[in-house]
């Protein structure tokens, strides 16, 4: 049987890989693994291509008597949160979050507003496959689709619950939002003005090009946000990517603090607000060793899981914590739900600033300082994945301990890297961090050579 679930939904290059014709089929397979009668929230990022694939993902679920709900254009995380609240059986969403432009995905919601999960990713592709999917009768084809307008209000008074609003309010703080010319330009700046924050935006238009940067926020795509965050001195920056579900943090010295540092803060700051749940947090192998080195000392539990939101959040969901979050600035607060949300993570860091009475930058301050590089290879379908693994145990594993959870991860005594195949693009992903700056850059370039060697 064929795969078409990634590391977080179906991706593909719109129009070539992700057709109309696919995106039908694809919406039968998912209208009949929910069932006839079932009520479906669906809609969009800002992507090139969305529009025509959501309508052709309703035709497929309508054809398979599912009753859809149209909302249009928002962030991953305002619909996940509308299923949830609002009471819906699942959801769709046409997004392909941080991918380069050129590309769009399909994401399928639980009734709990989490992706489903791996075992029904793969009940989706048996209909698909096997072309077991269900049709109805000419005669039930009654209903439209019906408009959903609810999903940005319901989702931002759900986030400012969670936060004092008075506090922050106080503070009157400069903000920076880059919401690279997507969803994120709808919610955050609502949020940021209920918390009576001074706006400033960059990348703020919906343009459906990505014209300004590329959706996945990183070191390189946001040097201009850091320099702009500079120049207005603002008090914190916030970058999303395409979808919104992340947020990547920079602070009020303009410099660009990655997701598993501002991960580690938060989770902190959960464990402070939400006391009565499990002092534990789920985090990626592609997480820094510093994550367990700081709240080790507020005796929190950290977790390794396998990169990947989908199987993070299930296991929060399931097991139970304070915390769950990725090096590349998805964090989920269960107390508001157990999936990314760029907008939430935005407003608990406002909050615990105005909490703890401490700025952005001696926040960061307080983490273990370490050097982090992110680069990648691009791979063939011919690249023996298995073979660069063992090849980078064989030079690296004798200096620490080895993870094998999700590609090759060594732990060395003040150093890690990691080096796995990604789950939504062809390309190899290495992470190196060291807490001496020369040593990460040697590493990096050296781990590239290698990889590059094999591919």
């Known amino acids: 049987m064929g795969k ?47 529009d025509m694939i959501m309508r052709s993902v309703e035709s497929g679920l309508l054809s398979s008597g599912v009753i859809v709900y149209e909302a249009g254009m928002a962030p991953t995380p305002a619909f996940q949160y509308a299923v949830k609240t609002l009471g819906y059986d699942g959801g769709v969403i046409i997004t392909a979050s941080h991918n380069p432009p050129e590309y769009n995905g399909i994401k399928v919601l639980s009734p709990h507003g989490i992706e489903i999960s791996r075992d029904d990713e793969d009940k989706i592709e048996e209909i698909y ?20 307008e609810r999903v940005i209000d319901v989702y931002v008074k759900g986030i400012l619950s969670h936060v004092d609003v008075n506090k922050i309010k106080s503070k009157r703080y400069k903000v920076l939002i880059d919401a ?31 014209p300004a940067r590329l959706p996945e926020p990183t070191f390189e795509s946001l040097t201009e946000t850091s320099k702009v965050a500079r120049e207005l001195n603002v008090d914190i920056a916030v970058a999303h990517d395409g979808d919104a579900d992340r947020a990547i943090f920079i602070d009020s010295m303009g410099r660009v603090q990655w997701g598993d540092r501002s991960g580690t803060l938060l989770s902190y700051w959960a464990s402070i607000k939400a006391p009565n749940l499990p002092k534990r947090v789920f985090t990626a192998v592609s ?22 939101s989908v199987d993070i959040a299930h296991t929060l969901f399931r097991e139970g914590g304070i915390a769950g979050f990725e090096e ?13 949300d760029g907008a939430m993570s935005f407003a608990l860091m406002l909050d615990m600033m105005a909490s703890e009475n401490e700025g952005s930058t001696s926040l960061f ?16 379908e ?36 990691l080096v796995r195949k990604s789950g939504t693009e062809p390309i190899i992903r290495i992470l190196v961090e060291a807490k001496d700056e020369n040593t990460s850059k040697e590493l990096a370039n050296e781990i590239e050579r290698i990889v590059g060697g094999l591919v």
């Open 4 to 50: 078409l679930f990634g590391t977080d939904g179906i991706r593909g290059v719109t129009n070539s890989e992700l057709t109309p014709d696919f995106a039908v089929k694809i919406g039968k397979a998912i209208g009949t693994y929910f069932g006839r009668g079932s009520r479906i929230l669906i809609g969009r990022d800002v992507r090139a291509g969305g």
């Open 129 to 148: 496959f096997n072309n077991r999917i269900n049709t109805v009768e000419w005669s039930s084809l009654v209903n439209d689709v019906k408009k959903e």
């Open 180 to 210: 690279a010319n997507s969803v994120g330009a709808i919610t955050t700046p609502l949020v940021a003005r209920e918390l009576g924050c001074k706006i400033y935006t960059i990348n703020g238009n919906l343009d459906p090009l990505f």
């Open 287 to 308: 997480s820094s060793s510093l994550v367990e080195e700081y709240l080790s000392k507020f005796g929190i539990e950290v977790r390794w899981t396998k990169v990947g």
């Open 328 to 340: 590349n600035g998805g964090f989920m607060y269960p107390p508001h739900q157990a999936v990314r």
């Open 365 to 380: 301050d307080r983490l273990p300082k370490y050097y982090l590089i992110k680069t990648k290879v691009k791979i063939t």
């Open 382 to 417: 011919k690249t023996n994945i298995g073979r660069i693994y063992e090849e980078i145990i064989n030079k690296y594993g004798k200096y620490g301990s080895v993870i094998t959870i999700d590609g090759v991860k060594v732990i060395g005594k003040d150093f890690w890297v």
